[in-house]
């Protein structure tokens, strides 16, 4: 079992950054691959970011095409904690942000992970 909580949400006019953390639980934090993903109001929830393992292999990153060269995602296993860096933000980011964990490989797919945070909400003003 793993509980993920996110933090580090808030209201940025466009243009700004956030940092939002995803903390989990856990001593095998390691072992998941973690997603991060979005949702705004009366749309679906979109892929944004995911980050693999790192068990015994360089992890790696994927990103939807709408946040690729702004958005970064990375981990610290010391810490049980992966990051989502987001730089050059629009009010077309605004939605709320959750992070997601699965054992083995990535996804961009939602319905592959298992765990998922609260959510933490983003908004950009114009």
């Known amino acids: 079992q793993v509980q993920l909580v996110e933090s580090g949400g808030g209201l940025v006019q466009a243009g700004g950054s956030l940092r939002l953390s995803c903390a989990a639980s856990?001593?095998?934090?390691?072992?998941?691959?973690m997603g991060w993903f979005r949702q705004a109001p009366g749309k679906e929830r979109e892929f944004v970011a995911t980050?693999?393992?790192?068990?015994?292999?360089?992890?790696?990153?994927d990103y939807a095409d709408s946040v690729k060269g702004r958005f970064t995602t990375f981990r610290d296993n010391a810490k049980n904690t992966v990051y989502l860096q987001m730089n050059s933000l629009q009010p077309e980011d605004t939605a709320v942000y959750s992070c997601?964990?699965?054992?083995?490989?990535?996804?961009?797919?939602?319905?592959?992970?298992?765990?998922w945070g609260q959510g933490t909400q983003v908004t950009v003003s114009s």
């Open positions: 856990g001593r095998t934090f390691s072992s998941y691959s």
């Open positions: 997601a964990a699965r054992m083995g490989g990535s996804s961009v797919d939602n319905s592959r992970y298992d765990y």
């Open positions: 980050i693999s393992t790192t068990m015994g292999r360089a992890t790696y990153a």
